[in-house]
């Protein structure tokens, strides 16, 4: 646990995609204990209308994120189905950025330059939660970092949110290894013709 200047308590989760899924699954750690404390897995049906449930290590339903056909607006929502949160983005923007109501105040994050990271503040600066996302991963990992303003499973389900907006929850890496794997093979294949 991290106290910040501004006396505010941070807590660190690390989400990361399993490899071997038949549908993205994402497993949840507290990073103080390094105990895996949740998982959220994408429906069947997910791509009609995106929708992924996080439960706890008893198989719980914890939240429910369901969005659009478009991506553009997501709803996080507790075991009976009540809505807590909206998360949305523009359709164009200059930058990734995003808005969430959450306890009846938007909070808005705005990605960098290369829009890796989000931090997210409520409209009276307060910190909610900030996102980082590890670039250089075989799998889709990334770290949320949850103050005070904010329970900490709004925050991770939103973090999801976030990375399958602007990610599709994929990692970078991983693409560049299976796209070198490919041509690996096909230059392999290619060879082995030529000496038979």
Request: proline share 2%; aromatic share 14%.
């Amino acid at each position: 646990m991290e106290v910040t200047p501004d006396r505010t308590t941070r807590l660190n989760y690390k989400v990361q995609q399993k490899i071997l899924a038949a549908r993205p699954v994402y497993e949840i750690f507290d990073e103080t204990t390094g105990q895996q404390i949740g998982v959220a897995r994408q429906t069947w049906l997910s791509f009609l209308r995106s929708t992924m449930h996080m439960e706890d290590m008893q198989g719980n339903r914890i939240l429910t994120a369901r969005g659009g056909f478009f991506d553009k607006t997501f709803w996080l929502e507790d075991q009976d189905g009540n809505r807590l949160v909206r998360l949305t983005r523009p359709w164009i923007a200059l930058r990734k950025n995003f808005k969430m109501y959450y306890r009846d105040e938007e909070v808005k994050a705005q990605g960098g330059l290369l829009a890796w990271g989000f931090e997210a503040l409520s409209s009276g600066g307060i910190f909610a939660f900030r996102f980082d996302k590890k670039i250089l991963a075989i799998r889709d990992q990334f770290r949320v970092q949850v103050g005070d303003y904010m329970d900490w499973k709004h925050a991770v389900a939103s973090a999801l949110v976030v990375d399958r907006i602007f990610f599709k929850g994929s990692s970078c890496m991983c693409r560049l290894i299976c796209c070198f794997g490919i041509i690996g093979i096909l230059f392999a294949f290619v060879i082995l013709s030529a000496l038979f």
